[in-house]
């Protein structure tokens, strides 16, 4: 059953909710009418009435016994988490994105966003004036952390405790519908952050509802909710229909599934493979695609193979390896999980082999850890130089911009957008954004207040880190996160936006997220320097890396035709001393490459018979 509020073909609304173990539930209409309607119960749990005559925007809760509460598949709260709900009728807005298809997902270029600290304004209506910047940068997909109803004001979004309902303070459902509307106008698919894993800690109502939460697991931020215990199948509904409601409702192209290592189902039927199979249905019956990204730490290739293949049939996943390589070799910080990696070795695999550890023994985890996925395409992974997570939980939130020169900045940039992988940017990323990205939150409750300051205190541990982070529920610290958007307009922060926006172009150009060869890379230790090959439907590239901090020979075998420079981060134009490369090179050559340095050659596609022997 569709829970929440469904607006029906005569005027009336159903309101629906699953609430197992109550004796008696009635609907309270609270403004501008004022009713007390009891409610009727069905089978499996659920209760449920229809009320005609009834307005978009009433608002209403549910008596439990004699107690109200918000209903937990509320589409929107005007007064937060512990307010009333209201009713949305999504009918009512009208779409101007008739024609859109989505894109196919070798196409998407990801920019992940913060509503509101993407701009100063932090509403999604703000938002929508930045697009057609995103649009001219090359970027092709918006990912939008989560906005589901938090405590507050100001959050990550991973505290919401409302999956259904849009946060009020960014703007509600209607500004989320015009900001999609928006995106989809300029050719960009949006994809939004969903939290399936645990429910915030202030304004979840749902323990004295129903067992949407179960004691069996425990996740790092609180129970795991309820996907294979007792009365579980209301509850696995409830997560599926919020899937179904974003792409549905809201016009979503996609939703990153925050996480899911901490979705515990032991079910026959994973609730993931679930969702999967239900979104399947949904694009065939829209006749467009739409997507499911996971997130998760597992390594665990099952999780985006086919469900014939006995996997979940999730379409991609996130790669974190890639980005622990790349960060370790860029700042040299080898503390915590960063430990497994840092050396060119480890780029090497996370560039070839989708991840690093793959059935290998983990230092960090003294076990062994994840699978091989070799046999995947390399599009099904979603891989980062820069994301929230890995700079948000710094205790200072610095970006890269704060950790390594700007030749490195550079040097990221070009592995990342050339890289096999599906690329996403942080935001403001492409212009080295200086100010930082902190954690904060808006708690109205001084206990949970506290135990976030002693949980983030605790969460350095690992890393050693001296002195105490910035205070998360300070207003100052959620200022300070906002983006500067004056900043890339001049000197080299203009110069590093620009040398973004032609390695996106070069993307495109060549196709790079179609990988039609092995991927052929050679790295050294001492000093450290990479280079690979590979080919696209498109043609070949040749990618050469120093990560030393000086000069660094790097020694180029036979290759097979003539090789056009396609981009050298050294130059000139994006802010270098100028490039020292050839032109042209068809091998072998002894390159000497500066400090920090990144550099791309392209050559035509390889004959068919070279490639078979190849």
């Known amino acids: 059953m569709d829970v929440g509020v469904t607006p029906l073909e005569n005027g009336s609304y159903r309101f629906t909710l699953w609430s197992p173990a109550a004796d008696s539930i009635a609907l309270k209409l609270v403004a501008p009418r004022q009713e007390i309607i009891p409610m009727q119960s069905l089978e499996r749990g659920y209760w449920s009435t229809v009320v005609s005559d009834l307005d978009h925007g009433t608002h209403y809760c549910y008596l439990i016994g004699d107690t109200s509460y918000p209903d937990p598949a509320s589409r929107y709260q005007p007064e937060g988490v512990h307010g009333v709900s209201a009713v949305v009728n999504h009918q009512r807005y009208q779409w101007q994105d008739t024609d859109w298809k989505n894109l196919e997902f070798t196409d998407y270029i990801i920019y992940e966003l913060h509503i509101g600290t993407f701009t100063p304004e932090g509403t999604f209506t703000a938002a929508i004036e930045r697009l057609a910047d995103l649009k001219a940068l090359g970027i092709t997909a918006v990912e939008i952390m989560p906005v589901a109803q938090f405590p507050g004001e100001r959050n990550w979004g991973y ?155 999730i379409d991609a996943q996130w790669s974190d390896d890639f980005h622990h390589a790349l960060h370790t070799l860029l700042t040299g910080e080898t503390t915590g999980y960063y430990r497994d990696f840092g050396s060119c070795e480890a780029l090497a695999i996370a560039l070839q082999e989708r991840f690093v550890y793959s059935w290998k023994y983990s230092p960090f985890r003294q076990r062994f850890h994840g699978g091989s996925a070799v046999d995947l395409p390399t599009s099904q992974f979603v891989v980062c130089a820069q994301n929230h997570d890995q700079i948000g939980n710094r205790m200072l939130g610095e970006r890269l911009t704060h950790l390594i020169p700007f030749e490195g900045l550079k040097l990221a940039a070009g592995i990342l957008l050339t890289s096999p992988y599906i690329p996403m940017l942080f935001m403001g990323e492409e212009y080295g954004e200086e100010a930082p990205f902190l954690y904060f939150v808006d708690h109205g409750d001084p206990d949970l207040i506290a135990a976030v300051r002693q949980g983030r205190a605790k969460e350095f541990k690992d890393f050693h880190l001296n002195g105490s982070p910035p205070d998360a529920a300070s207003p100052d610290t959620y200022k300070q996160s906002t983006l500067n958007w004056s900043a890339w307009q001049q000197g080299k922060q203009q110069q590093l936006r620009d040398y973004y926006q032609h390695l996106i172009q070069l993307r495109k150009r060549l196709n790079m997220a179609v990988c039609t060869s092995d991927i052929n890379v050679a790295s050294q230790e001492d000093p450290k320097v990479l280079y690979y090959q590979r080919s696209t439907d498109r043609g070949r590239i040749l990618c050469l890396m120093n990560f030393e901090r000086s000069d660094a020979k790097l020694d180029l075998p036979e290759l097979y035709g003539s090789w056009h420079r396609e981009i050298d981060s050294t130059s000139q134009d994006w802010g270098g001393s100028g490039t020292t490369l050839p032109e042209s090179i068809s091998g072998p050559e002894l390159l000497t490459r500066p400090p920090l340095s990144f550099a791309m050659y392209s050559a035509g596609p390889m004959p068919a018979l070279l490639e078979t022997i190849n």
């Open 159 to 313: 505290d919401g405790v409302y999956p259904y309902a849009v946060q009020n303070s960014y703007g509600g459902p209607e500004g989320l519908k015009q900001l999609v509307d928006a995106c989809h106008q300029q050719g960009l698919a949006v994809i939004m952050d969903v939290v399936y894993n645990h429910f915030g800690p202030e304004g979840n109502y749902t323990g004295s509802i129903g067992p949407y939460t179960t004691p069996r697991y425990n996740t790092p931020w609180g129970s795991a909710i309820n996907f294979d215990d007792t009365w579980s199948d209301g509850v696995r509904q409830y997560f599926i229909q919020n899937v179904l409601s974003w792409l549905r409702d809201y016009h979503i192209d996609a939703l990153r599934l925050d996480a899911i290592h901490a979705i515990y189902d032991f079910g026959a039927k994973h609730v993931l493979a679930d969702m999967a199979e239900q979104v399947e249905t949904l694009s065939n019956e829209c006749h467009k695609p739409h997507y499911l990204i996971a997130e998760s730490d597992l390594n665990d290739p099952r999780i985006i193979r086919d469900r014939t293949s006995g996997g979940y049939g």
